[in-house]
């Protein structure tokens, strides 16, 4: 909750991966409340009132992704907002004469994402940002399961970083 609220203010895409590890936390406790009071917010060393507010936070999120049918997979509907808006931003970006700068780190990544798009099973109706997004999203799956990265996927994931930073920075700037 405080990460998520942290990250949310400084950092977008950050609190977009932030928050699709805690939909997937939520459907590895099996949307239970109970274990996740358990494994996750009773290990923090806070006041009873931050735990209660933790697991409000918690609780409001497992009935929001029961209610928009996603327990499986899928992301919910305020977060997916978050990288339309970003990606709306994104494509401003890209038509803005000014922003030569963001256009260019954009092109260098574009090829990263057409064989990230390639490989995986993100569709053509999937955006650049969210495709983005999902590459990093599953190399951090990757080293959680500590598996190997290849160096070409390596230099593909900074690139997509360091766009996907760029970004982040715009869209604060665009919020402030």
Do not use: C
Request: charged share 30%.
């Amino acid at each position: 909750m405080l990460i998520a609220r942290q990250k949310k203010q400084e950092n977008i895409a950050e609190y977009v991966l932030y928050m699709w590890q805690i939909e997937d936390i939520i459907r590895g406790y099996q949307f239970n409340l109970e274990t996740i009071k358990t494994n996750i917010i009773e290990k923090f060393n806070q006041p009873e009132e931050f735990k209660k507010d933790m697991t409000d936070w918690y609780d409001n999120l497992i009935a929001m992704m029961k209610n928009e049918k996603i327990e499986e997979k899928g992301h919910l509907k305020i977060i997916k907002n978050i990288t339309d808006d970003m990606n709306e931003l994104h494509m401003e970006l890209l038509q803005d004469p000014k922003e030569i700068q963001y256009n260019a780190m954009f092109f260098k990544t574009l090829p990263y994402l057409i064989d990230f798009r390639n490989k995986s099973k993100a569709g053509q109706e999937t955006n650049d940002v969210e495709l983005a997004l999902g590459a990093l999203y599953g190399i951090l799956i990757l080293r959680l399961q500590k598996r190997e990265i290849s160096k070409d996927t390596e230099q593909a994931i900074k690139q997509i970083s360091i766009f996907l930073a760029h970004l982040a920075a715009k869209y604060k700037e665009d919020e402030e």
